[in-house]
């Protein structure tokens, strides 16, 4: 075995893209930097795996919208091969046999809209205005440390007053929608503008990815903006797939550190980290070694980070409980298949390329709160809402020529059923109903698999790390954003010990493949250190 | 097999998205250059052959374009009238049968959403033609009113004829009436049995009329059109000429001279009718209408917004999208249109200018134009005057009835 030095200046614990954009940030910062994995694989949930031969699947995140490009820049992560190509199209199945597709071209878009109705395809740039105005708002706060309200710190008071600025720039109209956006649920939001139930439902669903709520859950609306804030900038590529899988991010990011000059250790499970004199003396891993530093950055979950990794000892009492009540439960799982040729969707053609995009089969938005009312009574959805891609008709690195991998995000899905463990026959019968929801469309679909891996959220947890498998560590409700994410009074990348940090999706600004978590910690802990952080740039302005 | 067929049809959508109006036949037949642009999802010639001599069509001979990607909106009940004094900021009830006005709506803020031309057709019958879509707010205005609205875009096309032989083609082709036609009139008649719609209307400040007939006469007319025309000088043209009769004209586009508030994205971009220059049209006496709190409660407010202006411009070189400044240092606004005007032989501009109450800055203002010349910016400070619009004033726009020529 390769001997490593046990001393750093930074132990970052999982290799998540937060923590490995942390950890890059830090060691270019010239600190020594040091990354503990448990897994064999890097990367944590932005990873390509060959589960199959010839065929690469990205098993857990499947898109990438949101992955800040000033990171990407800053870091040189297109220089160690990561390219984010676009994406076109996407469509609806619906009951009665048509469908409804969705285009990057903006006149095709609107004529498929038409197609249900001319109303709502006319309501659709008012829509979209509307959208944008929102997230014009909050993206700008997406690389910014958010404010302590209760300090009297210059700098707390400072970013205060930029947003109160900024909610000042508002007109009475405009902060009265940005309240309403802020706290209705999507289906109320759509209602305002939309008649036709295909074409709602179709919007509906970025309000409920990843969320442990229905479309008609008052707060929906928000996690709609958030998978928008990409969209923002409008620049080329702001929503697509990495080349390479989801993997090809962990992999550039790797890349980067190691050029730079980081340690990173793989099938490194972290038991403890260990703490002495209230202060963090480094960590010590599951086969016993201890790795030293005064500077501990959990990647891993607020829960996992402070009810399995810390000692409640050293936790004021307070924190413990609300790390307890943090909401960060899991909704949805993962049927990854590796396909012998592409399906066929009899109803579209084959030159269509809406299927290049995501498919759903999902028509109404009360189906889709019917699925969610089947995760409260605490089993998967019988009908559930499938978030389907098939990334291999656009990247051709991904699967050998006419073999594909098709990757379904399946909500809802819950993390016990009827309140116990999942077993291996509910695990199958999970993957059974998602497989004939996709078959329903698409004669003789079970034909064509060569390899199925179905994930629920025990796997997502076990494997990758997220507690409950919620895929946004923690979710994005009010209640848990800005200066309460994840906890008020710890929002700012510290915890209650000196020397550990947080840098993963619990943190603001949330989930999503972003990088922005990971970068704002290390703003603040070379902050701590007194050491200077000109090599990370700030957000690019939104003109 | 009926579901292929459907395939098909919807296939059409991805594989061509661009609409074709009835006459792109018409002008593709014609067209030289290759230069189509998208007007409202239809594809429409930016220059048929040659931008200039289509230029002078319009105000030497006379001049066809294609309207049909206007959005026409048929507006037919017993309350017509008052539906669209709720939308619109003119008084509609004052507005005669067989007349056209041009005229303004408004969101719930005063501000602009779009301007276009009301066509009265009978008492309780009105077609709306706007650069942008509106159905959602019409239908969410209409509400309560007896009245239906038909959005007849993809139903029915239009044809601009404009330039002084106009009326003489019109002649030609059997318009009895065109010679009483006054501007801003309509009536109903037939063309070779095709039945049409016909206005002394015109985007060019010119003699000049407005068809509107339906989609499946359409080849059948503009063939009998053009070849009326053959002896007057009847020339196709593209969006590029006459954008250049229109800002000589001194007419203002939606989303080009001013944002749509449907579309403003950017605090302050939303413009009232005052901005516009277009106070004037606004009847605050007619009772309740679409924005009509917001514009009178903006009358009292103070502060300084930008207003349109129309600018006349030292020197030769046009001044698209240059930055204006006061006393040659500070920013105060931005040219929206701009051309070298062929009429006036000077460089002519529409812009949008925050100059407050100050008199005296609108005599201190200047233009930075970067005029390219083979790979080299030069770069210009010219002094600019305002002027009232429009810039170019025909008398026959108006002559009634119209020369014989």
């Known amino acids: 075995m390769q001997s490593v030095e046990k001393n750093f200046d930074v132990i970052v614990i999982g290799s998540g893209h937060n923590g490995l954009v942390n950890a890059c940030y830090l060691q270019k910062a010239g600190l020594n930097v040091l990354v503990l994995e448990k897994n064999d694989w890097i990367g944590g949930a932005a990873v390509s795996r060959e589960l199959h031969p010839g065929i690469l699947y990205s098993n857990c995140s499947y898109v990438c919208s949101l992955f800040r490009p000033e990171i990407m820049r800053d870091l040189e992560l297109p220089k160690h091969g990561l390219q984010i190509v676009a994406i076109e199209g996407g469509t609806v199945f619906t009951r009665d046999g048509d469908y409804l597709a969705s285009f990057r071209n903006y006149h095709a878009k609107k004529r498929e809209l038409e197609r249900f109705s001319v109303k709502d395809s006319e309501a659709y740039s008012r829509y979209s205005r509307d959208i944008l105005k929102q997230c014009r708002f909050i993206q700008p706060l997406l690389m910014r440390t958010a404010p302590d309200p209760a300090s009297f710190k210059f700098r707390d008071l400072s970013e205060m007053l930029y947003l109160l600025r900024k909610v000042n720039d508002l007109t009475a109209s405009e902060l009265a929608d940005t309240v309403r956006f802020w706290t209705m649920s999507i289906s109320d939001f759509l209602d305002e503008y939309f008649e036709n139930d295909v074409i709602k439902a179709s919007l509906a669903v970025s309000g409920i990815i990843g969320t442990a709520l229905g479309p008609m859950s008052p707060g929906t609306a928000y996690v709609l903006l958030h998978h928008y804030m990409g969209e923002v900038d409008g620049s080329i590529g702001a929503w697509g797939y990495a080349r390479g899988g989801m993997g090809a991010i962990s992999k550039a990011l790797t890349s980067s550190f190691r050029a730079m000059g980081g340690t990173l250790l793989n099938n490194s499970e972290v038991e403890k980290v260990d703490i002495r004199g209230a202060r963090v003396k480094g960590v010590i891993l599951k086969n016993g ?22 000692d409640p000892e050293h936790l004021p009492p307070n924190f413990v409980k609300k790390v307890n009540n943090f909401k960060i439960r899991g909704s949805s799982g993962k049927v990854n298949i590796a396909l012998d040729s592409m399906p066929n969707f009899p109803v579209i053609s084959d030159n269509n390329p809406c299927l290049k995009g995501d498919i759903h089969f999902t028509d109404s938005i009360e189906r889709m709160e019917r699925a969610y009312d089947d995760w409260k009574m605490g089993t998967w959805s019988r009908d559930p809402f499938l978030d389907m891609m098939i990334p291999t008709l656009t990247d051709p690195t991904m699967a050998p020529p006419g073999k594909h991998f098709m990757s379904c995000f399946v909500q809802y899905c819950p993390p016990k059923v009827g309140g116990q463990n999942w077993t291996k026959e509910n695990k199958e019968a999970f993957g059974e109903t998602v497989i004939q929801q996709i078959a329903d469309y698409s004669p003789g679909f079970k034909d064509k698999i060569l390899h199925m891996e179905v994930r629920t959220p025990k796997e997502l947890e076990e494997e990758v790390g997220l507690t409950e498998g919620n895929i946004f560590q923690g979710e994005l409700t009010f209640d848990q954003l800005l200066f309460n994410r994840p906890i008020p009074g710890y929002a700012q990348y510290r915890s209650p010990i000196k020397g550990l940090y947080m840098c993963g999706s619990s943190t603001h600004p949330g989930g999503g493949v972003m990088g922005a978590p990971g970068r704002n910690a290390a703003v603040e802990i070379l902050k701590d250190l007194n050491m200077p952080d000109s090599d990370i740039r700030d957000a690019y302005e939104v003109l | 097999m009926i579901q292929s067929n459907g395939k098909n049809d919807r296939d059409i959508i991805f594989g061509k998205p661009l609409f074709r109006s009835p006459f792109y036949d018409f002008f593709a037949a014609q067209e030289t250059e290759g230069n189509w642009y998208n007007w409202n999802g239809y594809k429409s010639p930016t220059i048929v052959s040659d931008q200039e001599l289509e230029y002078f069509s319009i105000r030497s001979t006379c001049s066809v374009f294609d309207i049909t990607p206007l959005n026409k909106y048929r507006i037919v009940g017993s309350q017509a009238v008052e539906f669209l004094n709720k939308l619109t900021v003119r008084d509609v009830a004052k507005q005669n049968v067989a007349t056209v006005k041009y005229t303004l709506w408004c969101d719930q803020d005063g501000f602009v959403i779009d301007d276009g031309t009301l066509f009265r057709i009978s008492d309780n019958d009105f077609r709306l033609c706007s650069q942008e879509k509106h159905l959602p707010w019409l239908i969410d205005t209409s509400h309560g009113f007896d009245v239906e609205i038909i959005d007849e875009s993809k139903h ?133 209408f679409n924005g009509r709190r917001a514009i009178i409660n903006s009358k009292l407010e103070d502060s300084e917004v930008f207003k349109i202006y129309a600018l006349e411009i030292d020197g030769k070189e046009p001044a698209e999208g240059s930055i204006i400044y006061y006393n040659k240092k500070d920013e105060v606004g931005t040219v929206t249109s701009a051309i070298w005007s062929p009429m006036t032989k000077k460089s002519i501009a529409l812009a949008q200018l925050k100059l407050g109450s100050s008199k005296s800055k609108k005599d201190n203002l200047w233009v930075e134009i970067y005029s390219l010349k083979e790979l080299q910016y030069h770069k210009l400070m010219k002094k600019v005057s305002i002027v009232k619009p429009p810039f170019v004033n025909l008398s026959r726009r108006s002559a009634c009835p119209p020369a014989k020529c």
């Open chain 2, 156 to 288: 029915v096309c239009g044809i601009s004829l404009q330039g002084p032989t106009s009326a003489s083609i019109l002649r030609l082709l059997g318009v009895n009436g065109i010679d009483n036609l006054k501007p801003f009139h309509l009536f109903q008649t037939k063309i070779s049995n095709i039945p049409i719609m016909i206005s002394r209307t015109g985007f060019t400040g010119d003699l000049g009329y407005e068809i509107f007939l339906k989609n499946n006469v359409a080849n059948k007319f503009i063939e009998r059109v053009w070849n009326a025309g053959t002896n007057h000088g009847i020339t196709a043209i593209g969006y590029n000429a006459l954008n250049m009769a229109r800002i000589e004209a001194g007419f203002i586009v939606a989303n080009i001279d001013f944002i749509s508030s449907d579309h403003a994205i950017r605090p302050n971009r939303c413009r009232r009718p005052d901005d516009l220059g277009l106070g004037w049209i606004v009847d605050l006496n007619k009772g309740f």
């Open chain 1, 289 to 310: 070694d201890e790795y030293l530093a005064q500077n501990v950055v959990s990647n891993a979950d607020v829960k996992r980070t402070f009810l399995k990794l810390t």
